[in-house]
């Protein structure tokens, strides 16, 4: 019985893809590079005789080694992952006098493509003190216990491969940041700062300043419900807030926040109406007076209420005064930062790139 003829097309078909697979094996370039193999010519191939190669890009990382649990194995993650996208990577170390600031002004002054951060909220607001207002980017490679920002803008924080290839290929995105004046009671304390999340002055600003680091470093963002239950039935203190335009509200409270954006740890959603990149500052007032108050208010913040109550105030405005009756500990971004008796904060629109994952090479925003 003869052969079906799609008997002979298959046979044909199968010919033709075995020449096909051999005359490609024959063309492909042998190369030593593991990984890192590929059949296209390095770029020095097409590179004229006398003409010097396009430098590569350089990756500057401020890395704060007291949130990192390996920074040796890190820094080979961020150097192999770098390498991989032909990128040249410059590393520098926070220190107790250096906190990240200095370290991204130096990057800036040599050139660097994207400034990344491998630490916590307090060196990520300390490098972007560094990049704002500039047209460098700032990649987020999260560490620590809180990385608010990271959480605001949805990033991935498990992965720091993923962080770093987010950093080199994604897209830019432009948002805004808060900038804070103060009247410290410390003789000599610095008066301004920049934030990114949120700033506070009262109840948040005592937990974050008690929470102990030896417990941060062993329950996470846990050390800071330690810390809250022994301030939670402190005295309120009377505070005066203004808004832009001159509108003034007097109330007793426990907190004053006020956020670009308003995802806390756990999932709390403290300011569920706060948008990073809306030229726009949310404020609460933080009011509860017994055990009983200060369920209701989670109940509410829980719920995601957007309105105000007795216990929880909300209110908008590009800028904020606070002043308090009494001198109070202020907290940026969950940092601790002194106690003062004036805080005045202003929204930047748009004062920072943050790169966003995306497709590669997309025109920024």
């Not at 995105?173 to 008066?191: F, S």
Request: with cysteine; aromatic share 4%.
């Amino acid at each position: 019985m003869p052969h079906s003829p799609w008997v002979w097309v298959a046979v044909a078909l199968v010919l033709v893809v075995l020449a096909l697979v051999v005359l490609g094996l024959g063309r492909r370039r042998v190369t030593t590079l593991g990984r890192h193999a590929t059949s296209r010519p390095h770029r020095d191939a097409f590179r004229q005789e006398g003409v010097e190669p396009t430098p590569r890009k350089r990756f500057a990382v401020v890395v704060n080694p007291n949130k990192v649990p390996d920074t040796a194995a890190a820094e080979a993650t961020i150097r192999d992952v770098a390498g991989s996208l032909d990128w040249d990577v410059d590393i520098a170390h926070t220190t107790e006098t250096d906190t990240g600031e200095a370290q991204a002004r130096a990057a800036l002054a040599s050139g660097a493509a994207v400034v990344g951060v491998l630490g916590g909220d307090g060196t990520v607001r300390n490098v972007a003190e560094a990049l704002a207002g500039t047209r460098t980017p700032m990649g987020l490679l999260p560490a620590g216990t809180g990385n608010l920002l990271a959480r605001n803008l949805d990033m991935p924080i498990g992965s720091l491969e993923a962080a770093v290839r987010t950093a080199l290929t994604g897209v830019n995105r432009h948002v805004d940041i808060g900038r804070v004046r103060l009247q410290p009671t410390d003789e000599g304390a610095r008066t301004a700062y920049v934030f990114l999340v949120m700033a506070g002055m009262g109840f948040d600003a005592a937990i974050m300043n008690g929470a102990n680091d030896g417990l941060k470093a062993k329950v996470g963002w846990g050390a800071y419900v330690v810390a809250g239950l022994r301030h939670l039935f402190g005295e309120r203190f009377t505070v005066t807030v203004t808004m832009d335009g001159g509108h003034s509200v007097d109330r007793h409270a426990r907190s004053v926040l006020v956020g670009n954006c308003g995802r806390l740890q756990a999932g709390v959603n403290l300011m569920p109406d706060a948008r990073i990149d809306d030229g726009i500052l949310d404020a609460v007032v933080l009011a509860p007076r017994s055990l009983t108050g200060w369920m209701a208010l989670s109940a509410s913040v829980i719920r995601k209420s957007e309105g105000s109550s007795r216990r929880l105030d909300r209110f908008t405005s590009t800028s904020f005064e606070i002043h308090p009756g009494t001198a109070q500990e202020v907290e940026l971004d969950g940092d601790p930062i002194g106690r003062a008796r004036f805080m005045r904060v202003d929204v930047v629109p748009r004062g920072l790139i943050v790169r966003m994952p995306g497709r590669l090479n997309e025109r920024p925003a």
